[in-house]
């Protein structure tokens, strides 16, 4: 049987090959966090409206658009919610086994730009230092500010 089935996609090759593929696996979203610095080693940290309230400090993320590289939608989200551009480097977390989701991280360092937040989803956006992280932050990215694998 497996060689029938071997015979049978080497026939169908290219597109019908990926049809099948795309059909018979999983989809996902990819959620994409960028922990931008700074040239003095201070982290951005937005203060984001949808959150729930005592958890709205965070890094800047986003959702990868479909064909985009994910060190591109560091710096599309990083420039939407801040008006800030910045430069995706190395890749320090990459983290699946949710139900529809993939979360990816990059270091990202912070090229120039003029602050200018979008106030329909951040209420804030400030520099800290990693030892002065503010209040209402998830563990896990305190542990990607750090240089640490979270969990």
Do not use: C
Not at 59 to 82: D, W
Not at 109 to 124: P, V
């Amino acid at each position: 049987m497996k060689q029938v089935i071997a015979r049978l996609w080497r026939i169908i090759r290219g597109p019908m090959q990926w049809r099948l593929l795309w059909l018979a696996h999983a989809k996902f979203m990819v959620g994409v966090t960028g922990v931008v610095r700074d040239g003095q080693g201070r982290v951005l940290l937005l203060r984001h409206r949808l959150r729930p309230e005592g958890r709205q400090w965070g890094l800047p993320t986003g959702y990868a658009i479909k064909g985009e590289e994910f060190g591109a939608t560091v710096a599309r989200e990083v420039r939407e919610e801040t008006g800030l551009d910045v430069k995706a480097g190395r890749l320090v977390h990459l983290k699946s086994g949710y139900r529809l989701r993939v979360e990816v991280a990059y270091e990202a360092q912070f090229l120039g730009g003029d602050l200018a937040i979008d106030s329909f989803e951040i209420l804030e956006a400030r520099w800290f230092t990693p030892e002065e992280l503010p209040d209402g932050m998830q563990e896990s990215r305190r542990l990607l500010i750090r240089g640490e694998t979270p969990n």
